[in-house]
């Protein structure tokens, strides 16, 4: 093996010793760390690498991408006809209902209008695709194909056709990263539909759970209650449903009840999630 | 002068673990994903010392974290104290028995992952008990078939430099 390859190498960094390399190279670690953690210096930084690095997303989920392309263009004409029903009858349906909103919508606006608050207005959807790729595996994210380039913000809430998926942690400028509901480090302000109790749903790290860890054991809440955003903490607009109550369980002794709460968005099924364009900060 | 090693194959590996590391697979399957990226790596400093050191680790750490969303230098720290490790007993290490150095690349593959867990707990994230264990283990495992790998690899990129 030739050695003779060292001389190839310029700079001084190289030069260094073995120790004094790694001692300079952890600090500069600990001090990215530090500075990314607890304020926001990096944002630009980060968002120039991972512009970097877009390519390789898009290399890693072409071939899966390419796959689903395929058996959907294989696919036969009878499953595509009884999809093309399937689709047809539910278009009906929803825009049966939908008739019902409009005027339920304007009853709405005039009862506000009584009231003197004011309406609430209709939030404007961006359609995203969820990117191919697996993100830490000890953390529920996703990234999904749009950026800041397409006016997604820090804090944008996520959802699917189901209920509340997330809300968007970091911008890729081509690409943003989302937090799901079921991320340990999540929690989203909630309250129960039949009768209003607000409370917060955290996440448990498991696609399939939620957890309530805040409700008293005499508070009302029965198995199978629908959970909808509550609006307070300002980040998701009330109302849209974000998981149904699964089982609850009381610890004799313990002031708080555990109530796992199975979540109304298909987290492990989604392909594409919608993106509230309500307010921007 | 000697025609330098090709070394661009052993870049070529690296680029490849790095894909492995965000293939999407399926969720209970997720856990267990080996860390390619840090064994690849250790494998190149442990051969090649004065062409993969401490830089590339450090690079390579970088850009794990963007591709994770993880913090900004977590996995570039964990690399850099591994490939400290490796450099400084590389030729300890190289001439061990097959066992012997599957059990060092479990340490260092296990202290790798500790440096993890330390800076996650320290920066206030949650962490999930013991879900991240299986992947050090299931990563010593593959070491032999990925070492194979790699030295036919290597012995590829030193014949042809044998011309001096």
Redesign the interface.
Known sequence: ??????D??PGQ??NAS??L??LL??V??????V???RNEY?TG??KG??VL?YP??V???AP?DLGRALSESVSSRDTLQAENQHLREEALILSARLQRMAALQAENARLRALLDSTAKVGEDMLIAEIV????????N?IVVNRGGQDGVFVGQPVIDADGVVGQI??DRHYTA?AMLVTD??HAVPVEIARNRLRTIAVGT?E?DRLSLPFLPGNADIREGDLLITSGLGGKFPPGYPVASVRRINSITGQPFLQIDATPAAAL?RMREVLLIKDEEP | ?????RFWPALVTLAAA??FE????P?ML??L?PPLPAMVLLYWVMMWP??F???T??IL???LD?????????N??AL??V??TM??FHLQIRIFPLWQMTMTVFALLTLMTALQFV?EGM?G????GL??WP?VIFGTLLWQPVMALLDRVREQC?TH?SN?
Do not use: K, W
């Not at chain 1, 191919?132 to 953390?139: E, L």
């Not at chain 2, 963007?66 to 977590?74: A, T, W």
């Open positions: 093996m030739a050695l003779t390859t060292v190839r190498e960094f190289r073995p120790g390399q790694a190279l952890c500069i670690a600990i001090v990215l760390m500075l990314d953690h990096l930084v980060r690498l991972s690095l390789v997303d290399l890693v989920s899966f191919s790729v697996d993100m830490n595996p000890f953390r994210q942690t970091r990263e340990i480090d790290g696609l492990n | 002068m000697a025609r330098a090693t790095v894909a965000i293939m999407p697979l969720e997720q856990t994903r004065e062409r050191g401490l830089l680790a450090f750490g970088i850009v963007i591709l994770h969303g993880q913090l900004l230098g977590q570039a720290l850099c104290m490939t400290y450099v400084r800076v920066a994230f949650g962490t999930i879900r991240r992947a030193e430099t001096f």
